[in-house]
Protein backbone atom coordinates (compact mmCIF):
# COMPACT_ATOMS: atom_id res chain seq x y z
CA UNK A 1 0.00 0.00 0.00
CA UNK A 2 2.72 2.40 1.47
CA UNK A 3 5.00 1.86 -2.16
CA UNK A 4 1.75 2.64 -3.98
CA UNK A 5 2.17 6.11 -3.40
CA UNK A 6 5.30 6.66 -4.56
CA UNK A 7 3.76 6.41 -7.74
CA UNK A 8 1.55 9.26 -7.81
CA UNK A 9 2.01 12.40 -8.54
CA UNK A 10 0.39 14.47 -5.81
CA UNK A 11 1.69 17.69 -6.77
CA UNK A 12 -1.16 17.55 -9.03
CA UNK A 13 -4.17 19.40 -7.62
CA UNK A 14 -6.50 17.20 -7.80
CA UNK A 15 -4.13 13.90 -6.21
CA UNK A 16 -3.39 16.30 -3.57
CA UNK A 17 -7.27 17.18 -3.07
CA UNK A 18 -7.48 13.68 -2.70
CA UNK A 19 -5.02 12.41 -0.94
CA UNK A 20 -5.94 15.45 1.80
CA UNK A 21 -9.69 14.24 1.86
CA UNK A 22 -8.97 10.85 2.42
CA UNK A 23 -6.09 11.72 5.13
CA UNK A 24 -8.74 14.62 6.85
CA UNK A 25 -11.19 11.67 6.47
CA UNK A 26 -9.07 9.32 8.96
CA UNK A 27 -7.54 11.69 11.14
CA UNK A 28 -11.09 13.38 12.13
CA UNK A 29 -12.80 9.72 12.27
CA UNK A 30 -10.08 8.78 14.82
CA UNK A 31 -10.37 11.48 16.57
CA UNK A 32 -14.17 11.02 16.95
CA UNK A 33 -14.13 7.22 17.46
CA UNK A 34 -11.37 7.42 20.36
CA UNK A 35 -12.14 10.68 21.69
CA UNK A 36 -15.84 10.70 20.93
CA UNK A 37 -16.46 7.13 22.43
CA UNK A 38 -14.99 8.17 25.26
CA UNK A 39 -16.94 11.06 26.07
CA UNK A 40 -19.91 9.73 25.10
CA UNK A 41 -19.81 5.83 25.98
CA UNK A 42 -17.06 5.12 28.26
CA UNK A 43 -17.47 8.30 30.56
CA UNK A 44 -21.13 8.14 30.69
CA UNK A 45 -21.48 4.64 31.63
CA UNK A 46 -19.09 4.12 34.21
CA UNK A 47 -19.25 8.07 35.55
CA UNK A 48 -21.04 6.63 38.84
CA UNK A 49 -18.03 3.92 39.42
CA UNK A 50 -15.34 6.66 38.83
CA UNK A 51 -17.38 8.90 41.01
CA UNK A 52 -13.95 9.30 42.91
CA UNK A 53 -11.82 9.62 40.03
CA UNK A 54 -13.59 12.59 38.76
CA UNK A 55 -12.12 15.83 37.92
CA UNK A 56 -14.77 18.04 36.83
CA UNK A 57 -18.11 17.29 38.45
CA UNK A 58 -20.41 17.53 35.81
CA UNK A 59 -20.40 16.81 31.40
CA UNK A 60 -20.30 19.52 29.24
CA UNK A 61 -22.92 21.35 27.94
CA UNK A 62 -24.36 21.11 24.42
CA UNK A 63 -22.96 24.45 22.80
CA UNK A 64 -19.25 23.47 24.23
CA UNK A 65 -19.09 19.86 22.74
CA UNK A 66 -20.24 21.44 19.83
CA UNK A 67 -17.58 24.25 19.33
CA UNK A 68 -14.99 21.55 20.52
CA UNK A 69 -15.65 19.27 17.54
CA UNK A 70 -16.18 22.63 15.50
CA UNK A 71 -12.60 23.36 16.04
CA UNK A 72 -11.27 20.11 15.86
CA UNK A 73 -12.62 19.31 12.27
CA UNK A 74 -10.33 22.51 11.28
CA UNK A 75 -7.42 20.61 13.15
CA UNK A 76 -8.10 17.29 11.55
CA UNK A 77 -8.06 19.26 7.86
CA UNK A 78 -4.30 20.62 8.87
CA UNK A 79 -3.04 17.76 10.13
CA UNK A 80 -4.39 16.21 6.73
CA UNK A 81 -2.49 18.92 4.80
CA UNK A 82 0.67 18.65 6.83
CA UNK A 83 0.10 14.73 5.77
CA UNK A 84 0.11 15.43 2.25
CA UNK A 85 2.68 17.61 2.31
CA UNK A 86 4.79 15.18 4.20
CA UNK A 87 4.01 12.26 1.36
CA UNK A 88 4.90 14.53 -1.32
CA UNK A 89 8.49 15.34 0.36
CA UNK A 90 9.01 12.05 0.94
CA UNK A 91 8.68 10.97 -2.94
CA UNK A 92 11.22 13.69 -3.59
CA UNK A 93 13.68 11.85 -1.28
CA UNK A 94 13.62 15.08 1.17
CA UNK A 95 13.02 12.90 4.38
CA UNK A 96 13.98 9.93 6.43
CA UNK A 97 11.26 8.32 6.17
CA UNK A 98 11.40 4.68 5.76
CA UNK A 99 8.88 1.69 4.10
CA UNK A 100 11.21 -1.40 4.60
CA UNK A 101 11.20 -2.72 7.97
CA UNK A 102 14.53 -4.09 7.86
CA UNK A 103 15.94 -1.18 5.77
CA UNK A 104 17.91 -0.59 10.11
CA UNK A 105 18.58 -3.01 12.32
CA UNK A 106 15.16 -4.19 14.68
CA UNK A 107 16.49 -2.84 17.50
CA UNK A 108 16.31 0.78 16.00
CA UNK A 109 12.57 0.87 15.47
CA UNK A 110 12.06 1.37 19.62
CA UNK A 111 15.03 3.73 19.84
CA UNK A 112 13.70 5.73 16.92
CA UNK A 113 10.33 6.29 18.72
CA UNK A 114 11.94 7.38 21.83
CA UNK A 115 13.76 9.78 20.02
CA UNK A 116 10.67 11.09 18.10
CA UNK A 117 8.53 11.23 21.33
CA UNK A 118 11.56 13.14 22.79
CA UNK A 119 11.68 15.69 19.92
CA UNK A 120 8.32 15.77 19.75
CA UNK A 121 8.09 16.80 23.66
CA UNK A 122 10.90 19.22 23.85
CA UNK A 123 9.29 21.05 20.86
CA UNK A 124 5.99 21.04 22.45
CA UNK A 125 6.57 21.66 25.94
CA UNK A 126 8.44 24.75 24.87
CA UNK A 127 5.85 25.87 22.03
CA UNK A 128 2.95 25.37 25.02
CA UNK A 129 5.18 28.37 27.22
CA UNK A 130 5.60 30.85 24.44
CA UNK A 131 1.95 30.37 23.73
CA UNK A 132 1.10 31.33 27.12
CA UNK A 133 2.73 34.58 26.98
CA UNK A 134 -0.16 36.86 26.45
CA UNK A 135 -0.36 38.84 23.61
CA UNK A 136 0.42 35.19 22.07
CA UNK A 137 -2.12 33.55 24.46
CA UNK A 138 -4.87 36.05 23.07
CA UNK A 139 -4.46 35.03 19.25
CA UNK A 140 -4.27 31.32 19.45
CA UNK A 141 -3.97 29.43 22.33
CA UNK A 142 -7.45 30.61 24.34
CA UNK A 143 -9.46 28.45 22.15
CA UNK A 144 -7.79 25.49 23.77
CA UNK A 145 -8.42 27.30 27.13
CA UNK A 146 -12.18 28.24 26.60
CA UNK A 147 -12.15 24.35 27.85
CA UNK A 148 -12.02 24.88 31.27
CA UNK A 149 -13.54 21.70 32.30
CA UNK A 150 -12.02 19.44 30.42
CA UNK A 151 -13.26 16.21 28.13
CA UNK A 152 -11.52 13.46 25.77
CA UNK A 153 -13.62 16.05 23.31
CA UNK A 154 -11.08 19.34 24.28
CA UNK A 155 -7.98 16.89 22.63
CA UNK A 156 -8.01 18.68 19.03
CA UNK A 157 -9.57 21.53 20.20
CA UNK A 158 -7.14 24.13 18.96
CA UNK A 159 -6.96 27.65 16.99
CA UNK A 160 -6.11 27.15 13.47
CA UNK A 161 -2.43 28.75 13.69
CA UNK A 162 -1.78 27.02 17.07
CA UNK A 163 -2.94 23.82 14.97
CA UNK A 164 -0.20 24.92 12.22
CA UNK A 165 2.33 24.84 14.79
CA UNK A 166 1.09 21.49 16.14
CA UNK A 167 1.11 19.88 12.83
CA UNK A 168 4.71 20.84 11.05
CA UNK A 169 6.62 19.15 13.73
CA UNK A 170 6.12 15.39 12.55
CA UNK A 171 7.48 15.96 8.77
CA UNK A 172 10.90 18.35 11.15
CA UNK A 173 10.70 14.76 12.91
CA UNK A 174 10.63 12.51 9.60
CA UNK A 175 12.91 15.30 7.88
CA UNK A 176 15.55 15.09 10.62
CA UNK A 177 15.33 11.45 12.12
CA UNK A 178 15.26 8.04 9.62
CA UNK A 179 11.95 6.60 11.15
CA UNK A 180 9.77 3.58 9.74
CA UNK A 181 6.35 4.29 8.38
CA UNK A 182 4.81 1.95 10.97
CA UNK A 183 6.68 3.71 13.95
CA UNK A 184 5.41 7.19 12.28
CA UNK A 185 2.01 5.66 12.33
CA UNK A 186 2.49 4.32 16.14
CA UNK A 187 3.13 8.06 16.73
CA UNK A 188 0.21 9.37 15.10
CA UNK A 189 -1.83 6.93 17.51
CA UNK A 190 -0.21 7.71 20.74
CA UNK A 191 -0.91 11.44 20.01
CA UNK A 192 -4.53 10.36 20.16
CA UNK A 193 -4.48 8.28 22.65
CA UNK A 194 -2.47 10.90 24.86
CA UNK A 195 -4.64 13.47 24.25
CA UNK A 196 -7.92 11.38 25.05
CA UNK A 197 -6.37 10.76 28.57
CA UNK A 198 -5.04 13.80 29.24
CA UNK A 199 -8.66 15.73 28.88
CA UNK A 200 -10.54 12.39 29.84
CA UNK A 201 -11.77 14.40 32.74
CA UNK A 202 -11.53 11.20 35.36
CA UNK A 203 -8.22 10.00 36.41
CA UNK A 204 -7.54 6.30 34.68
CA UNK A 205 -4.20 5.56 35.69
CA UNK A 206 -4.46 3.16 38.57
CA UNK A 207 -3.50 4.00 42.16
CA UNK A 208 0.05 5.05 43.07
CA UNK A 209 0.99 5.18 39.66
CA UNK A 210 2.18 8.51 40.00
CA UNK A 211 4.53 6.58 42.27
CA UNK A 212 5.80 4.16 39.72
CA UNK A 213 9.37 4.49 38.03
CA UNK A 214 7.58 4.97 34.88
CA UNK A 215 3.88 6.75 35.99
CA UNK A 216 5.90 9.30 37.26
CA UNK A 217 6.96 10.29 33.93
CA UNK A 218 3.72 10.10 32.32
CA UNK A 219 0.78 13.08 31.85
CA UNK A 220 -2.60 11.87 32.67
CA UNK A 221 -5.71 14.16 33.00
CA UNK A 222 -5.03 15.27 36.67
CA UNK A 223 -1.80 16.56 35.91
CA UNK A 224 -2.81 18.33 32.50
CA UNK A 225 -6.41 19.37 34.18
CA UNK A 226 -4.16 21.80 36.38
CA UNK A 227 -2.60 23.35 33.82
CA UNK A 228 -6.36 24.15 32.56
CA UNK A 229 -7.17 25.46 35.96
CA UNK A 230 -4.06 26.97 36.89
CA UNK A 231 -2.18 28.29 33.30
CA UNK A 232 1.01 29.24 34.45
CA UNK A 233 2.33 25.07 35.36
CA UNK A 234 2.49 21.78 34.06
CA UNK A 235 3.35 22.28 29.95
CA UNK A 236 3.97 19.10 29.11
CA UNK A 237 2.12 16.79 26.06
CA UNK A 238 3.22 13.34 26.73
CA UNK A 239 5.83 13.15 29.99
CA UNK A 240 6.38 15.21 32.86
CA UNK A 241 10.37 15.59 32.62
CA UNK A 242 10.37 18.90 31.28
CA UNK A 243 8.36 20.30 33.91
CA UNK A 244 10.19 18.80 36.04
CA UNK A 245 13.29 19.80 34.91
CA UNK A 246 12.29 23.23 34.81
CA UNK A 247 10.31 23.86 38.05
CA UNK A 248 6.82 24.39 36.24
CA UNK A 249 5.05 21.44 37.16
CA UNK A 250 2.29 22.30 39.51
CA UNK A 251 2.86 21.84 43.75
CA UNK A 252 -0.82 20.86 43.66
CA UNK A 253 0.03 17.98 41.41
CA UNK A 254 1.20 15.56 44.43
CA UNK A 255 -2.13 16.46 46.83
CA UNK A 256 -4.57 15.80 43.91
CA UNK A 257 -3.52 12.92 42.24
CA UNK A 258 -3.16 11.37 45.78
CA UNK A 259 -7.39 12.27 46.19
CA UNK A 260 -7.76 10.71 42.55
CA UNK A 261 -6.29 7.37 42.56
Given at each position: ?????AH????????????????????????????????????????N?????????H???????????????????????????????????N????????E?P???????L???????E?????????????????????V??????????T?????????V????????????????????????????I???????????????F?TH??G??????????L????????????F??????????S???????????
Amino acid sequence: MFKSLAHTDFLDPFSFLILTGLLFIIVFLRYLFISGVFHFVFYRAFRNKFENRLINGHLKNKRQVISEIKWSSITSFLFAVSGTVMVILWQSGNTALYIEINEYPLWYLPISLAIALFLHETYYYWLHRWMHIPKVYRIMHKVHHDSVETTSLTSFSFHPLESVLQAIIIPLIVFLLPINIYVLLMILVLMTISGTLNHAGVELYPNNFHTHWLGKWLIGATHHDLHHKKFRCNYGLYFTFWDKWMGTESEDFQIEIKQKT
